[in-house]
């Protein structure tokens, strides 16, 4: 005669005590809640919470009999609607899973793996951009406003006055052109507020590289924008060691000027 222990049941799904609960129940066929926890050698209170839960999975049924309550066994096969029902769950939450884990990666963090953040698209990239207005320290810029300054020009402009309103200070290593100088004399020229929180410092353009954006370090991130045509993109690191050696070779440039 075939036997059915609780581990055979326990390997298909159910906790042990929802196990032992529905062995005893499929061997009386129903019962009272004392008669199925006793049977199961449970409390009564641990059956009848078990119970209730077997009839949500379809595997059990409730019915009266007088002012008692009974328990019926459902038919076998009730079980296996309930574990397809469980894996379509399953199927289900793991896609949920796969769009969600791109932000949990996001969340978390360890001093071996730096933290990124990833944004296309102007609105995007200037979401990321406007991060700087967090900073607790000084911002350490470089950028070439070509092909920059046409796209951003307002963002830059606002971005710039409301740093300066919090009082955030920036050193700026700018590549030299014309788009550059007249952005620049645009959006300082008499603004003395803006002035003694932001400083420059030139860099002869050099034709034989190509670069359109701006990078960003302060604290323990770096922000990048690259908004060349076929770009436009910016993403957000944040790594105290990576940004560290940016600083020094910021500092270092800088000294150099």
């Avoid at 102007?122 to 320290?137: C, F, H, P, Q, R």
Wanted: hydrophobic share 40%; proline share 2%; charged share 30%.
């Amino acid at each position: 005669m075939p036997t059915v222990t609780l581990e055979n049941l326990k390997k298909i799904g159910l906790q042990s005590n929802e196990a032992a609960i529905y062995l005893a129940l499929l061997e009386l066929g129903r019962g009272t809640v004392t008669e199925i926890s006793h049977k199961s050698a449970l409390n009564r209170t641990t059956g009848y919470d078990i119970l209730e839960r077997l009839c949500l999975y379809g595997v059990a049924a409730r019915a009266t009999s007088g002012k008692k309550k009974i328990y019926l066994a459902e038919p076998p096969t009730r079980l296996k609607q309930f574990l397809e029902n469980k894996a379509r769950v399953a199927e289900r939450r793991l896609e949920d899973y796969k769009t969600l884990l791109p932000d949990l990666q996001t969340l978390y963090k360890t001093e071996l793996k730096p933290a990124i953040k990833f944004a296309e698209g102007k609105t995007g990239m200037e979401k990321i951009y406007n991060d700087v207005l967090e900073a607790k320290s000084i911002v350490y810029s470089m950028l070439n406003l070509k092909n920059y300054a046409e796209i951003f020009d307002e963002v830059g402009a606002k971005q710039s006055a409301e740093r300066a309103r919090r009082g955030i200070k920036e050193k700026v290593l700018s590549i030299k052109n014309d788009t550059a100088l007249a952005w620049y004399q645009k959006t300082y020229s008499g603004k003395k507020k803006l002035q003694a929180f932001t400083e420059y410092r030139w860099i002869e353009e050099k034709k034989e590289y190509s670069t359109a954006g701006e990078i960003n370090i302060f604290d323990d991130k770096v922000i990048v924008v690259l908004s060349k045509s076929d770009e436009n993109v910016a993403f957000e690191i944040q790594s105290q060691t990576f940004a560290d050696f940016l600083k020094i070779l910021f500092e270092r440039a800088w000294g150099s000027k």
